[in-house]
C-alpha cells in the first residue's frame, strides 16, 4: 500500500547561514552604525535586538531576506512581542516552528478527509502524518490539494513509498 510522510522541518544548518548573513550585513551597513542591531541564534530561537522599533523592523526585514533567499520558509517563524531593555533598547525573539503539533495535525487530518477520496486513510505519528492509499495517483491528488491550502506551517513530503 503506498503511503508518504507530511513532516514540517526546518533546515538549522541554513538558518544559521542566514543569520550569519544578516549580522555582516547588519555590521557593515551605514544605516545601522551606532544603532546597536544584532540578531543571534541559540538553538531554536533568534533574538533581534535594536535601539529603536523602527530599527527592529529593518533588522526583522534584513533577516527575512536572508532566510528566504535560502530557501528556508517564513512560516516556519512565530514572532514574540517586543520587550523593553534598557537605555530605550528593545528586542524580539522569534521561535522557530518545527514538527506538526496536535492541533494543525487535526486540521490537516480532517482536510484529507474531506477531499473525498475513500481509500485515502491518516493518522497521525508524533511529529509528523502518515498519509496512505490504495493508488499512487490518490497520494499525489492529496499532495497537490496539500500544497495547495495554507495551514501556516511549511509542509514536506517525505517517505514516499510504492
Given at each position: 500500500m503506498p503511503t508518504f510522510d507530511i513532516v514540517s522541518e526546518v533546515d538549522l544548518q541554513?538558518?544559521?547561514n542566514a543569520v550569519d548573513q544578516a549580522a555582516r550585513e547588519l555590521a557593515n551597513r551605514f544605516d545601522f552604525k551606532g544603532t546597536g542591531s544584532t540578531v543571534e541564534l541559540s538553538g531554536s530561537e533568534l533574538r533581534l535586538t535594536s535601539n529603536a522599533?523602527?530599527?527592529?523592523?529593518?533588522?526583522?526585514?534584513?533577516?527575512?531576506?536572508?532566510?528566504?533567499?535560502?530557501?528556508?520558509?517564513?512560516?516556519?517563524?512565530?514572532?514574540?512581542?517586543?520587550?523593553?531593555?534598557?537605555?530605550?533598547?528593545?528586542?524580539?525573539t522569534v521561535t522557530l516552528k518545527a514538527g506538526v503539533d496536535a492541533e494543525r495535525a487535526k486540521k490537516i487530518n480532517t482536510f484529507l478527509k474531506g477531499l473525498g477520496r475513500k481509500a485515502l486513510s491518516s493518522q497521525t505519528q508524533g511529529d509528523q502524518i502518515r498519509v496512505s492509499a490504495k493508488k499512487r495517483d490518490d497520494l499525489q491528488a492529496a499532495i497537490a490539494a496539500l500544497k495547495?491550502?495554507?495551514?501556516?506551517?511549511?509542509?514536506?513530503f517525505t517517505n514516499f513509498r510504492d
Open positions: 541554513e538558518v544559521r522599533e523602527e530599527r527592529l523592523k529593518a533588522v526583522i526585514q534584513v533577516v527575512e531576506e536572508k532566510l528566504v533567499k535560502r530557501k528556508v520558509s517564513l512560516k516556519a517563524l512565530d514572532y514574540g512581542k517586543v520587550e523593553e531593555g534598557s537605555k530605550g533598547a528593545v528586542r524580539q495547495a491550502e495554507d495551514f501556516d506551517l511549511p509542509l514536506q
